[in-house]
């Protein structure tokens, strides 16, 4: 297991920038997946992104060209870059861990991102 911290929402507006970051700890090793998830109010919680401990990445269609998922594993550290934002990326912002290729786990408490029109 291991726990998570986001931080870096916001309220900004249609066009802006934010990078959200996920601290990672208390486990020695980064050689899992690590993604980002969404949940808007009265919706469930959505794929954002992921990148293996390795780089790979995905990106749901929404977001494909706007954001950016990057890790620094020396730091234990992800981000997400999101350029563009939209109203519709209003949302609560999670990151989760994956350790074996099916289910995610241990959720932060989020971070809000807010775009005004």
């Known amino acids: 297991q291991v726990q998570l911290v986001e931080s870096g929402g916001g309220l900004v507006h249609a066009g802006d920038s934010l990078r959200l970051s996920c601290a990672a700890s208390?486990?020695?090793?980064?050689?899992?997946?690590m993604g980002w998830f969404r949940q808007a109010p009265g919706k469930e919680r959505e794929f954002v992104t992921r990148?293996?401990?390795?780089?790979?990445?995905s990106y749901a269609e929404s977001v494909k060209g706007r954001f950016t998922i990057s890790r620094d594993n020396a730091k234990n550290t992800l981000y997400m870059q999101m350029n563009s934002l939209k109203p519709e990326d209003t949302a609560v912002y999670y990151c989760?861990?994956?350790?074996?290729?099916?289910?995610?786990?241990?959720w932060g408490q989020g971070t809000q991102v807010t775009v005004s029109s």
């Open positions: 989760g861990a994956n350790f074996n290729g099916w289910d995610w786990c241990c």
């Open positions: 208390g486990r020695a090793d980064s050689s899992y997946t």
């Open positions: 990148i293996t401990w390795n780089g790979i990445t």
